[in-house]
Structures are given as C-alpha cells and as structure tokens.
C-alpha cells in the first residue's frame, strides 16, 4: 500500500481554486464575458504546474489526482474545527 500524500496547504487551496473557478466557467453560458474566468484559470494553472512541490519530476504524475482529490475533499466536508471553503 503507497503512503498517503502529505500536499502544503497552499497547494491545497491553489487546487481548490482552481477547481471552483472551472466549475464557475463551466456553468457560464455562452457569450456570458467569460475572459476574466478563462485568464485566471490559466493564471492558476500555471501557478499549480509551477508551485515547489512538483519540483520532482514524478510527482505530478504521482499526486496529481490525489492533489485533486484532497482539494475536492476540502471544499465538500469541512474537518474537525475548520468551516468549509
């Protein structure tokens, strides 16, 4: 069994960021001024591929769904003292 991924916060809430603005552009109907949306999530996907943690090459092939997955987890069931994001 592999060990768990032990992400820094910051790369958490990066992700999680990432992943409301997606779902805010996703749901934005066509012609709806989406630039501001679609540049910040290239301004957050660039910061994600670029944050110290992936310096490892293999690291992001082997976090990369579990980073996805801890920020899901974040935002959809606040932990013991901590109000959801």
């Given at each position: 069994m592999r060990p768990p991924f032990r992400f820094p916060e910051d790369l958490?809430?990066?992700?999680?960021?990432?992943q409301q603005t997606y779902a805010v552009l996703a749901q934005a109907p066509a012609g709806a001024g989406t630039t501001a949306?679609?540049?910040?999530?290239?301004?957050?996907?660039?910061?994600?591929?670029?944050?110290?943690?992936?310096?490892?090459?293999?690291?992001?092939?082997?976090?990369?769904?579990?980073?996805?997955?801890?920020a899901r987890t974040r935002t959809s069931v606040p932990a013991d003292g901590e109000a959801a994001a």
């Open positions: 958490i809430t990066l992700q999680s960021t990432w949306l679609r540049r910040r999530l290239i301004a957050l996907s660039g910061t994600l591929c670029t944050h110290p943690y992936w310096a490892n090459p293999t690291a992001w092939r082997a976090g990369g769904v579990e980073l996805r997955r801890a």
